[in-house]
């Protein structure tokens, strides 16, 4: 008769057996998870670490909290068979899934282990990614990928194929929901490279890290060309070149304390305000080093990331695709506490024009501020839009076009600083009060014209000059004219295409004041699924 029966006397000795019992089965299901989380032998974890890469437990162990990790389904495995895998069953099947804290607050995270079948997804594994990625959309929290592996496992064929599609719609159904991060810690092809690409921000490690479509082995076997993992898809190719990753670092120690860093920059989800912290910078701190570190002379050159430092709490900002599209600065920053978008032209790069790159980098940057609540704060300094044959036949309309929609479609509260020149339609894209910046400000070095006066006293005074019997002298009047006329710095105010001329060291004060009375803004639209936006 069996000890669970009802009917059996509850003597001294039965009511000790099913507790005896249940100490042995708590036993073996120990020594399984102690086997699920040592993985699969010293030697593999050996291997990984002379590969210059952690372990995916020490990974989750700097990611998260200490003692905060919850994993799920660690005792998974698949149900392949053929080619060996039936022989090959290990626990967690390659990728480890679960939930924690980072600085107190709720994050899921899944991890490849490439110690076994070097990261692949197969079914097993795809099917952990999509649990987890849906507790991660109901639970309304970020959710951050730690990609390490050799993309689908070739063994299982189409299943594993139908896994990445799996984790690829809900990448998509996630976007704009909840924040989503992917950190590059190994060599990663084909699904394991688009779906990054799919998700907010990718972090990418110097050296061990590479993103590829198709690696060094088919390219050489299609196009006989020869290159190598690195020079294909390494951090500084996708940094600098193909605008894939948005942030590089040294090594991973560094690369996940920076995760965490901008964590805790993003709300939670959609719904939510990012996370405010108490600011020690006085919000009224006057910026009297402004004043020095932008010349009024539109022509000279200076770096504007000291100006955003400045601005700033505590001089504490992330740059988004620092590497990339650098005539353009996107940054992430705190003012009076609170998380605010950056987009400032940079006069150091290309005197701070606008190009197909850094349309395209800055429209990004701001629709992921609109998406997650977080204000934009744009600082201009442009001179237009980069001339020439090669942006024009590159698109320059369409991707110049795509920064125009990404600010008219915004309804995040919106500022515009203006420090010095603003010409033609970069001025416009730049959010003017014309596409529906909230508030728009400008320094007293302001220009804000079609164009230079060199060029405009060109255009508009060709004939007489031309006509002058000093053409030289003729030119240089007429360009001071038409500057005293349309490009001194209140022309745009008495017109009420600018709130207010400012004294640059009020800056800071004048953004935090602003934005604290546009923190309950509401902009309705009209009813529609979604606009159509350029490509």
């Known amino acids: 008769m069996s000890v669970y029966e009802v009917d059996r006397p509850a003597t001294e000795a039965t009511a000790a057996e099913p507790t005896a019992h249940l100490r042995e089965l708590t036993t073996e299901l120990a020594a399984r998870r102690d086997l699920a989380t040592a993985g699969p032998g010293a030697a593999a974890t050996d291997a990984q670490h002379r590969r210059g890469r952690l372990t995916v437990r020490e990974r989750l162990q700097l990611l998260f909290d200490a003692g905060t990790f919850t994993e799920i389904e660690t005792l998974r495995r698949h149900r392949a068979t053929g080619f060996g895998l039936e022989d090959r069953r290990p626990y967690t099947d390659g990728v480890v899934t679960g939930w924690g804290l980072v600085d107190g607050r709720r994050v899921f995270a899944y991890a490849h282990d490439f110690r076994i079948f070097g990261g692949a997804l197969g079914e097993a594994h795809a099917q952990k990614i999509h649990k987890l990625m849906d507790l991660a959309e109901a639970a309304g929290a970020p959710l951050v990928s730690l990609n390490d592996g050799a993309g689908a496992r070739i063994q299982e064929g189409i299943s594993a194929l139908a896994g990445y599609g799996g984790i690829f719609q809900r990448n998509v159904r996630s976007s704009g929901v909840i924040p989503q991060i992917s950190v590059m810690l190994g060599p990663c092809a084909g699904g394991a490279a688009y779906s990054p690409s799919l998700t907010d921000f990718v972090f990418m490690v110097r050296s061990t890290s590479q993103m590829f479509v198709?690696?060094?082995?088919?390219?050489?076997?299609?196009?006989?060309?020869?290159?190598?993992?690195?020079?294909?898809?390494?951090?500084?190719?996708?940094?600098?070149?193909?605008?894939?990753?948005?942030?590089?670092?040294?090594?991973?120690?560094?690369?996940?304390?920076?995760?965490r860093y901008l964590l805790s920059l993003?709300?939670?989800?959609?719904?939510?305000?990012?996370?405010?912290?108490?600011?020690?910078?006085?919000?009224?701190?006057?910026c009297e080093a402004l004043l020095d570190l932008v010349p009024a002379e539109a022509r000279r050159s200076y770096d504007v990331r000291p100006v955003i430092a400045e601005i700033v709490d505590d001089g504490d900002f992330t740059e988004v695709h620092e590497l990339w599209a650098p005539n353009v600065v996107c940054a992430l920053a705190r003012l009076g506490?609170?998380?605010?978008?950056?987009?400032?032209?940079?006069?150091?790069?290309?005197?701070?024009?606008?190009?197909?790159?850094?349309?395209?980098?800055a429209a990004r940057f701001v629709q992921f501020c609109d998406a997650f609540n977080i204000p934009l704060v744009t600082l201009v300094d442009v001179p237009g839009f980069l001339p020439g044959v090669d942006q024009e036949h590159g698109g320059i309309i369409r991707h110049g076009a795509k920064l125009l929609y990404a600010y008219c479609d915004a309804t995040v509260p919106r500022i515009q600083v203006i420090l010095r020149k603003a010409y033609g339609g970069a001025y416009i894209v730049m959010d003017s009060r014309s596409i529906g910046c909230d508030l728009s400000y400008a320094w007293p070095s302001?220009?804000?014209?079609?164009?230079?006066?060199?060029?405009?006293?060109?255009?508009?005074?060709?004939?007489?000059?031309?006509?002058?019997d000093d053409p030289e002298a003729t030119r240089t009047r007429l360009i001071e004219e038409y500057r005293a006329e349309l490009m001194h710095p209140y022309y745009a105010a008495e017109r009420g295409l600018v709130d207010d001329v400012i004294d640059p060291a009020d800056t800071r004060k004048v953004l935090i004041d602003a934005l604290a009375m546009l923190r309950a803004k509401h902009r309705g639209g009209p009813a529609r699924k979604h606009g159509n936006q350029p490509q």
């Not at 076997?221 to 193909?242: D, F, I, M, P, Y």
């Not at 993003?266 to 006057?286: F, I």
């Not at 506490?337 to 395209?360: C, K, R, T």
């Not at 804000?448 to 007489?464: D, H, L, S």
């Open 214 to 259: 198709t690696g060094p082995d088919v390219v050489r076997a299609v196009t006989g060309e020869q290159v190598t993992h690195e020079e294909l898809g390494g951090a500084e190719v996708h940094a600098a070149r193909t605008g894939v990753a948005a942030f590089v670092h040294d090594d991973e120690e560094t690369c996940l304390a920076e995760v």
């Open 446 to 468: 302001n220009e804000i014209a079609v164009m230079g006066a060199e060029g405009a006293a060109g255009v508009v005074f060709r004939k007489q000059i031309a006509a002058a």
């Open 337 to 361: 506490g609170h998380s605010v978008g950056i987009v400032a032209n940079q006069p150091a790069v290309y005197a701070g024009v606008l190009d197909i790159e850094a349309s395209q980098k």
């Open 266 to 286: 993003l709300p939670a989800n959609n719904r939510e305000m990012a996370p405010e912290l108490a600011a020690e910078d006085p919000v009224d701190r006057r």
